[in-house]
């Protein structure tokens, strides 16, 4: 069963950090596009940064560049999604997404297609 588990969702007071953890199970995470998307209270799905097979290639959302980093440990399985300088419009749940069935370009896609493995969230509250 090909799985995806999110960790280190907390609350954080703004302008803290905070790393969040996507460990893969029953497949290898190398040669996957990953991305991170977050959805936040009473509003859409959102793609936030995302990271091609070969680990070449970024895409990030506007709200987020300069502030989070993705970043991958091929021998933990996991991918890493850094958030620095945090502010209360960070506040969603998170989650990790993986795929390399639908598509195979050069960079990394910030919509939820073609992403088809997906991890159940973590709760990130940015809040004084």
């Known amino acids: 069963q090909l799985q995806l588990v999110e960790s280190g969702g907390a609350l954080v007071q703004p302008g803290g950090s905070l790393r969040l953890s996507c460990a893969a199970s029953?497949?290898?995470?190398?040669?996957?596009?990953i991305a991170w998307f977050r959805q936040a209270p009473g509003k859409e799905r959102e793609g936030v940064l995302c990271i091609s097979s070969s680990g070449v290639s970024t895409n990030y959302a506007d709200s987020v560049k300069g502030r989070f980093t993705i970043s991958r440990d091929t021998a933990k399985n996991t991918v890493y999604l850094q958030m620095n300088s945090l502010k209360p419009e960070d506040t969603a749940i998170y989650y990790c997404?993986?795929?390399?069935?639908?598509?195979?370009?050069?960079?990394?896609?910030?919509?939820?297609?073609?992403?088809?493995?997906w991890g159940q969230g973590t709760q990130v509250t940015v809040s004084s």
């Open positions: 029953g497949f290898t995470l190398d040669n996957y596009y």
């Open positions: 997404a993986a795929q390399r069935r639908y598509y195979q370009g050069s960079f990394c896609l910030l919509s939820e297609w073609p992403y088809d493995i």
